[in-house]
T-cell receptor
Framework: DAGVIQSPRHEVTEMGQEVTLRCKPISGHDYLFWYRQTMMRGLELLIYFNNNVPIDDSGMPEDRFSAKMPNASFSTLKIQPSEPRDSAVYFC???????????????FGPGTRLTVL | GDSVTQMEGPVTLSEEAFLTINCTYTATGYPSLFWYVQYPGEGLQLLLK?????DKGSNKGFEATYRKETTSFHLEKGSVQVSDSAVYFC???????????FGDGTTLTVKP
């Protein structure tokens, strides 16, 4: 199994530019999570999906951030316009319910390190 | 709401020392409890888990016991190695939601 795949691994952009981060969850997983990690704020949950439907986006910092999951094997997190304070490592994670009842641990991707100049 | 409080770091130990990282939680119902580890430049990965009271999770010499009476899930290892240097996160997964609540992470450095 390839695990959760994220691209790009590193992104450097200038303030005001649009940034799109991509994630491919593990096949068969029905939950997908986007996190942001910084030294100051630690690990923050931005949004999560169940069966491609957004369930909780209360962690999305502002309207500049948007996330989509058009199908079970792909999700994007977009920042438009980007600002220097968006610089962070963004993680995607996926998980599944076994037997339709039991939640399981999350599997994290390697992250995208975003630097906004 | 759910919350996880873990021991503040950083923690610095000598090789072969005993490790304890404290974790307590607040949750409704009967959550599952996890320890994740994050090595430099990588994502979090599951270290061990326990799904009900009195369960003991173990992996790679690390152990943690789900204590409902003290709402705790402390991580222990009898003899740490330099390769154990990483950030450790305690987390809970409530059975009425699909998302986990994470602690702030504890940075462990093991010196030779």
């Amino acid at each position: 199994d390839a695990g959760v795949i994220q691209s790009p691994r590193h992104e450097v952009t200038e303030m005001g530019q649009e940034v799109t981060l991509r994630c491919k969850p593990i096949s068969g997983h029905d939950y997908l999570f986007w996190y942001r990690q910084t030294m100051m704020r630690g690990l923050e949950l931005l949004i999560y999906f169940n069966n491609n439907v957004p369930i909780d986006d209360s962690g999305m910092p502002e309207d500049r951030f948007s996330a989509k999951m058009p199908n079970a094997s792909f999700s994007t997190l977009k920042i438009q316009p980007s600002e220097p304070r968006d610089s962070a490592v963004y993680f995607c994670a996926s998980s599944f319910r076994s037997g339709g009842l039991t939640y399981n641990e999350q599997f994290f991707g390697p992250g995208t390190r975003l630097t906004v100049l | 709401g759910d919350s996880v409080t873990q021991m503040e770091g950083p923690v610095t130990l000598s090789e072969e020392a005993f490790l304890t990282i404290n974790c307590t939680y607040t949750a409704t119902g009967y959550p599952s409890l996890f320890w994740y580890v994050q090595y430099p430049g990588e994502g979090l990965q599951l270290l061990l888990k326990a799904t009900k009271a009195d369960d003991k999770g173990s992996n790679k010499g690390f152990e943690a016991t789900y204590r409902k009476e003290t709402t705790s899930f402390h991580l222990e290892k009898g003899s740490v190695q330099v390769s154990d240097s990483a950030v450790y996160f305690c987390a809970l997964l409530n059975t009425n939601a699909g998302k986990s609540t994470f602690g702030d992470g504890t940075t462990l450095t093991v010196k030779p």
